[in-house]
């Protein structure tokens, strides 16, 4: 018996997207390190927590995880750089009229997205049975309950928890917009948490079944159903 091994090969990762991560990890880095180092300890503090997570799955699952599949890792480190660096560091959600709607957009874009690659890997795993249909309508309804717990989530910080720590974090309220009054700026939230999720969720219908015609799978079904199905073949050997 051998001792567990990575189940992911990383030197099938095709290049561009080892480049890609590591350019991403990079500019988290230096622009985590700088605000640091002006003193802007928080955001910066949280995106190199973020880094951290994502650099040792293995020893939060006993090695059966050791390496996130790198699909899934761009796109957090796209939603991290996007949200800790530009928006949080450099102010963007006071400084840019809509860009909280494009986090929104781009978050539950994600989610549907992953969402739907996820749930087809346990179709395909034979552990669910359901149709397209079912699966895509399954997403979004998942992407719009996440959406409204995350409204929910920053009323109740914005009217419990600031009162009380508000004067200590550099995070100011949650809710409201530079264009909109809070109720239609939550609602128009709702609304593109919701287009974000059908989009997600079509993109990846149309990425799988496109593989599908090719007679192959999407690299990243490859390897949730290899992290799915652990390191038996390593155990027995």
């Excluded at 699952?61 to 699909?71: Q, Y």
């Excluded at 399954?138 to 928890?161: N, R, S």
């Excluded at 909109?180 to 997600?200: C, H, K, N, R, W």
């Excluded at 496109?210 to 038996?232: F, T, W, Y």
Aim: some cysteine.
């Amino acid at each position: 018996m051998h001792g567990k091994s990575c189940p992911i090969d990383l030197k099938q990762i095709p290049p561009w997207k080892r480049y890609l991560r590591g350019f991403l990890r990079i500019i988290i880095l230096i622009n985590a390190v700088y605000h640091v180092v002006l003193g802007e300890v928080f955001f910066g503090f949280l995106a190199l927590l973020a880094l951290t997570i994502l650099l040792v799955p293995r020893f939060f699952t006993k090695n059966k995880i050791c390496v996130v599949p790198v699909d899934i890792e761009i796109l957090f480190l796209i939603v991290v750089f996007f949200e800790l660096i530009v928006a949080d560091a450099y102010s963007f959600y006071s400084r840019v009229p809509y860009y909280d709607k494009f986090m929104h957009l781009l978050v539950s874009f994600i989610v549907g997205l992953v969402g739907m690659v996820i749930i087809y890997t346990f179709y395909a795993l034979g552990k669910l049975q359901a149709s397209t249909g079912v699966m895509f309508a399954l997403i979004v309804l998942i992407t719009m309950g996440l959406g409204a717990g995350l409204e929910m989530a920053e009323y109740f910080y914005d009217q419990i928890l600031y009162p009380l720590i508000g004067p200590y974090l550099p995070t100011g309220l949650t809710q409201g917009s530079m264009v909109a009054s809070p109720l239609a700026d939550t609602m128009e939230d709702l609304f593109v948490d919701t287009l974000g999720g059908i989009l997600g969720a079509a993109i990846g219908i149309i990425l799988i079944k496109r593989e599908e015609k090719r007679g192959r799978e999407l690299e990243i079904l490859d390897e949730l159903e290899v992290l799915a199905g652990g390191n038996s073949e390593d155990d027995l050997e």
